[in-house]
């Protein structure tokens, strides 16, 4: 599995970096920097809920 960032929907409101901030870091500007593209079937569920918080739909979960 491989997180996916639309850059051109996300507004950098943080939702995601507050569920997994292992995973994503809102930058100063406001863009999102994905910090693990890559999770272990032990973190999906972490990804899943910020995936899950995005109120833009921005994030995706894909097959590798």
């Known amino acids: 599995m491989r997180i996916v ?3 051109a929907k996300c ?3 943080g939702m995601c970096e507050a569920e997994a901030p292992e995973f ?4 100063d500007d406001g863009s ?3 910090l693990k593209v890559n999770p ?3 973190e999906l569920a972490a990804v899943q ?3 899950d918080s ?3 739909e921005a994030l ?3 097959e590798d």
Do not use: M, N, R, Y
Request: aromatic fraction near 4%; charged fraction near 15%; proline fraction near 4%.
């Open 32 to 34: 999102l920097k994905v």
């Open 60 to 62: 995706t979960l894909v």
């Open 5 to 7: 960032a639309d850059h």
């Open 49 to 51: 809920a910020a995936i």
């Open 40 to 42: 272990s079937a032990e």
């Open 11 to 13: 507004t950098g409101l």
């Open 54 to 56: 995005c109120p833009t």
């Open 24 to 27: 994503f870091e809102v930058q």
